[in-house]
């Protein structure tokens, strides 16, 4: 496994720079970014997040989430 450390805010607003400081959607194959899924996610009925700015609240349900990150890699890092 490859470590793993926090980007900068600089590394961030390079990265994505549609989205607003502190609010990057957890979607980074959108970005062509490696993307790994916590597997805290399974199960849930409702998956909410930000959508790139602090206005915006996206809502999926448990199956469009895990239709959407399906092929991406799960692993446990949250506790």
Do not use: N, W
């Amino acid at each position: 496994k490859q470590p793993v450390a926090l980007a900068t805010e600089e590394e961030i607003s390079a990265l994505f720079p549609d989205c607003d400081t502190g609010a990057i959607p957890p979607v980074g194959a959108a970005y062509g970014l490696k993307t790994v899924v916590d597997e805290s996610l399974e199960g849930h009925e409702d998956v909410y997040f930000e959508g790139g700015d602090h206005r915006s609240l996206v809502h999926l349900s448990g199956a469009e989430f895990h239709q959407l990150m399906g092929k991406i890699p799960h692993e446990r890092f949250s506790m």
